[in-house]
């Protein structure tokens, strides 16, 4: 059964970085694609960025593009978003998501989910 793991949130001044990782387990992992999603308070979960299983295809939300870069190490399994130049509107939860196509991320549908970690950013 696939699980997946976030690690790398805290807190960081606006226009710092941080880099936030998703740590797969399980016989599937490695062909699912993955994407990460943030919630703020008292606002709905949204997409942030994706990668497809084999990393060499990427999709980001226009509000993050030229600042976050997700990545993929297949070899270990994570899935890590860069996150530079960081506004008090990124403070979050962040959420990895992983399910066998874009199609099953995006809709949420036969997904696995982390338990999200914070992102605060101090402005």
């Known amino acids: 059964q696939v699980q997946v793991h976030e690690s790398g949130g805290g807190l960081v001044q606006a226009g710092g970085s941080l880099r936030l990782s998703c740590q797969g387990s399980?016989?599937?992992?490695?062909?699912?694609?993955v994407g990460w999603f943030r919630q703020a308070p008292m606002k709905e979960r949204e997409f942030v960025a994706f990668?497809?299983?084999?990393?060499?295809?990427?999709l980001y939300a226009n509000t993050v593009k030229g600042r976050f870069t997700i990545s993929r190490d297949t070899a270990k399994n994570t899935v890590d978003l860069q996150m530079n130049n960081l506004k008090s509107e990124d403070t979050a939860v962040y959420y990895c998501?992983?399910?066998?196509?874009?199609?099953?991320?995006?809709?949420?549908?036969?997904?696995?989910w982390g338990q999200g970690t914070q992102v605060t950013v101090s402005s």
């Open positions: 399980g016989h599937s992992f490695s062909s699912y694609a």
């Open positions: 998501c992983a399910g066998p196509s874009f199609a099953a991320v995006s809709g949420g549908t036969n997904v696995v």
């Open positions: 990668t497809n299983w084999a990393g060499n295809d990427e």
